[in-house]
Structure formats: structure tokens, C-alpha cells
């Protein structure tokens, strides 16, 4: 099963309030599912060494939810066993002062990673445009007045075009943005919650303020939806999955990592004429060095096992 079927298209006309939030339309069969990601993740990891051996692309991973709906363990899954040198997860939370001093993609862009790493951003730039909305936080912004003398939508608009160039400009400079919504249900949302209050161990997690964001599940759902159809691009696509069932979401993940990284075509970089010149001479020197040690290592097996010297101590006699 591809996942190319859960792109939202650049017409704008998706209502992903209506997409599926589990597996069931696609009749997905657990087990071969589960044995098809183990299959993929392989595959990733060859292809993500070469990718960041190459070094001629960057691969930007925006992760989006609403609470409780898996960000956090499908990059713990999805990621685990990559070269860690190329990936790096950076986690978005509320901004301190000095990053509201600045433009809502200052810290965003301190974090782009070289080419050749995957950066996989747990909520992102987008906050700025769904939270900031949703919460009708941003008449409270120490910003001029030209800038907040606008209406609610057109203060918004403009952040959505803002964000596509954004985009734009990261992928005219060699970089993929590859953007995934995880769709969970509000019953399955709740069921979440309700683990974190239950299981010792997830407690960590839980805050009572989850309660109201969990209220607006609606309006955030809502925000997300006007949201992603004015920044889902040919170039910087949203996905929008299904998440209440977070074996096959992880699966659709690596099914997009793979098309993309594919799409790159990375390939192991050669060596300078140069250095290529000097491999058989080296090679030479290698190959005599490991006869040496392997010459040492028969002698010492031939020669017979030293005896042990006898105690010179003598029984004190009584």
C-alpha cells in the first residue's frame, strides 16, 4: 500500500476532516504490513548512507498533530537504526523571548540541516500559523501595528504565502521538505490521554491542560485543514495519515521516506583521480601488513604452552 494516495493535491478542495483516521479503506493486513515496514526500514537505512554520504540534497521531515497522536513514537520507530551522525530530531516547543524577538522562522531556519543530514522536526513552523490561530494568540504579538491592523484571515494568508516561499526557496537550494500530518480520531485522542493517566510510566507526559486543547479538537482540526491545503505544494507536499493505528501509520511513514530518498538518487561519492591512483599501492601495503600479523599469529600457535613455575614457598612446619 503507497502513500501516495493520502498527498493533498495543490487545488486546495481537501477536506481532510473527512479522510479516514484508520486502516480499514485499505483492508491493510497487520501482519504483512508489520513484515513489509521491517522490509522498508532495511531498505532506509542503506539508502540514508548513502544520502548522507553523497551530500547534494537535505531532507527537511515536518511531523504535525494534534496531542496524543504518536509524533513521538514514530520517529522514535521510523528513525531508529539510521546513521544518528545524519539525522538529527529537533523538537519545536512554545517560543522563549529572544525567539519571539525575532521573525517565527528564525529558529526554524538555525536548524536547516546540511546537506546530506535528515532533519526531523516534531512540530515546526506551523505551529505559527495553527496554534497562534487556534488560540487567537497572535493580537498579543509586540509587533507594529501595519502588521496587526489586519484581519484574522489575512494576517493568516499572508503566513501561508510567507511559508510556501519559505519552502520554495529551501528546495531551490537543494532541500527537500516533506510534510506529514498524523489524523487520529478524537475517540482514539482521548483513549491516549487517558493511557497517560494510567500507565505509571506515561504519567510524565500528562498535563491537565491537555483537557482543553482536547476541547478544540474541532478548531484545531479545522486550522489544520485551511492550513494544509494553502501550503501543500508539488515541491513540499502534506501528507495527511491515518493515525489511530500507529503500526500502519509507521509504515506509510517509511513508505514516503523511501520515495523521497529515492527520488534523490543518492550515490557514494567516487574517489579524486589522485587518490584513486594511490589505492593498489596502498592496498600493497595493507595486505602485507595483515601477512605479518597473520605469520605472528601462527608462530605463537606453534610454540608449546610455558609450564608453570613450581611455588618456592615452603610449609611452615609446626
Known amino acids: 500500500m503507497k502513500a501516495d494516495k493520502y498527498i493533498i493535491k495543490e487545488d486546495g478542495k481537501t477536506d481532510i476532516r473527512k479522510l479516514p483516521t484508520d486502516s ?16 522498508n526500514k532495511r531498505e532506509l537505512i542503506a539508502l540514508q548512507d548513502k544520502f548522507y554520504a553523497d551530500a547534494r540534497e537535505g531532507l527537511i521531515v515536518v511531523i504535525q498533530a494534534l496531542d ?14 539510521m546513521n544518528p551522525q545524519g539525522v538529527k530530531v529537533h523538537y519545536f516547543k512554545a517560543p522563549s523571548s529572544d525567539e519571539l524577538a525575532h521573525d517565527y ?4 531556519h538555525q536548524n536547516i540541516p546540511r546537506r546530506g543530514e535528515i532533519a526531523v522536526f516534531n512540530r515546526s513552523h506551523y505551529e505559527d500559523i495553527v496554534t497562534v490561530q487556534a488560540e487567537d494568540i497572535w493580537k498579543n504579538y509586540h509587533m ?18 510567507q511559508v510556501n516561499n519559505f519552502e520554495k526557496y529551501l528546495y531551490e537550494n537543494s532541500y527537500r521538505v516533506v510534510k506529514i500530518f498524523l489524523h487520529v480520531s478524537k475517540e ?14 506515561k504519567n510524565w507526559k500528562f498535563r491537565a491542560d491537555d483537557l482543553k486543547v482536547r476541547d478544540k479538537y474541532d478548531a484545531y482540526l479545522k486550522c489544520f485543514n485551511d492550513v494544509i491545503n494553502k501550503t ?32 534523490c538518487k543518492p550515490e557514494y561519492p567516487a574517489l ?41 614457598k615452603k610449609k611452615r612446619k609446626e
Do not use: N
Open 68 to 81: 496524543a497522536s504518536g509524533k513521538d513514537s514514530s520517529i522514535k520507530y521510523v528513525f531508529s537504526g
Open 144 to 161: 507594529s501595528v501595519r502588521v496587526l491592523d489586519d484581519t484574522k484571515k489575512k494576517f493568516f494568508d499572508k503566513r501561508c504565502e
Open 188 to 201: 482514539e485522542q482521548t483513549q491516549q490521554l487517558l493511557e497517560r493517566i494510567e500507565l505509571p510510566e
Open 232 to 263: 501543500s505544494t508539488k515541491e513540499s507536499p502534506w501528507y495527511v495519515l491515518p493515525g489511530d493505528q500507529r503500526w500502519y501509520t509507521r509504515y506509510l511513514i517509511t513508505e514516503i521516506l523511501l520515495d523521497v530518498l529515492r527520488d
Open 105 to 108: 522562522l528564525w529558529r526554524i
Open 272 to 312: 579524486p583521480p589522485e587518490e584513486e591512483e594511490k589505492l593498489p599501492e596502498c592496498r600493497r601495503i595493507l595486505e602485507e601488513a595483515m601477512a605479518e600479523y597473520e605469520s605472528g599469529s601462527s608462530e605463537k600457535k606453534k610454540q608449546p604452552p610455558k609450564k608453570k613455575a613450581a611455588s618456592k
Open 24 to 39: 480499514k479503506s485499505d483492508k491493510a493486513d497487520k501482519e504483512q504490513i508489520i513484515a513489509k515496514y521491517e522490509e
